[in-house]
């Protein structure tokens, strides 16, 4: 099946620096890449989404300077959280959309990210 | 009142008992509803879709009521390593198509 590989699985940064995720799919190619975060004891919550070759559409709340998405093509897409602060350290999972229904979304395997 | 609704849990339940879920929806424009499971720090994986015939895989059977807006997930004679969160999950097509995550329902089966 579809798989979407997802890197770094963890990071520990400190305060200030970036940190860049990537996401690739490895035997399709992904048009429409989704990223989402996640707090302890909490769902989870869609950041942003990509298209390959066009801006990200970010959700109400999320900063976008902040969140960078580069989606530059159909295997590649990453998420780079600029000048990271301890608020930011949380569990960023991607998916990606394989068909037209829910069903078809694989995600990658999440990268815990801990800002110190 | 929040896009997906669900009881957060945990649900305790002996092994081999029967558990049941729900969870609400707002948008009644929802196309597509699913559950997936969610082990600790790990990706969501899907469990199954939810169909408005209802639909079984195994121990697991899924409804959907779109009159009263919600969804259930019931497991039948529950295994330990049924010991996780179910997330309800919606997908609402139309203008954007994405999925809105409820935050989960933990359930922790016990020996």
């Known amino acids: 099946g579809a798989v979407v590989s997802q890197h770094p699985s963890r990071v520990i940064c400190k305060s200030g620096t970036s940190v860049k995720i990537e996401c690739r799919s490895l035997?399709?190619?992904?048009?429409?890449m989704f990223w989402y975060r996640q707090f302890p004891k909490q769902s989870l919550m869609l950041m942003a989404t990509?298209?390959?070759?066009?801006?990200?559409?970010?959700e109400q709340g999320v900063e976008k300077d902040k969140f960078l998405i580069n989606h530059a093509s159909l295997t590649l897409s990453t998420l780079t959280v600029t000048s990271a602060h301890p608020e930011d350290s949380s569990f960023y999972i991607c998916?990606?959309?394989?068909?037209?229904?829910?069903?078809?979304?694989?995600f990658g395997s999440g990268t815990r990210l801990t800002v110190v | 009142r929040k896009e997906v609704e669900q009881d957060p849990g945990p649900f305790n339940v002996p092994e081999g008992a029967t558990v049941a879920f729900n969870c609400t929806y707002s948008?009644?424009?929802?196309?597509?509803f699913f559950w997936y499971r969610q082990d600790c720090r790990k990706e969501p994986k899907l469990l199954m879709s939810?169909?408005?015939s209802g639909n079984e895989d195994g121990r697991f059977t899924a409804q959907l009521n779109r009159a009263s807006q919600y969804i259930s997930l019931l497991i039948r004679d529950s295994k330990l390593s049924d010991s996780a969160t179910y997330l309800c999950?919606?997908?609402?097509?139309?203008?954007?198509?994405?999925?809105?995550f409820g935050k989960g329902t933990r359930l922790h089966i016990l020996p």
């Open positions: 998916s990606a959309s394989v068909g037209r229904w829910g069903s078809d979304y694989t």
């Open positions: 990509s298209n390959e070759g066009s801006k990200a559409t970010y």
């Open positions: 035997d399709f190619q992904a048009t429409t």
């Open positions: 948008n009644s424009a929802s196309q597509s």
């Open positions: 939810v169909y408005s």
């Open positions: 999950v919606v997908n609402e097509r139309g203008r954007d198509d994405k999925i809105i």
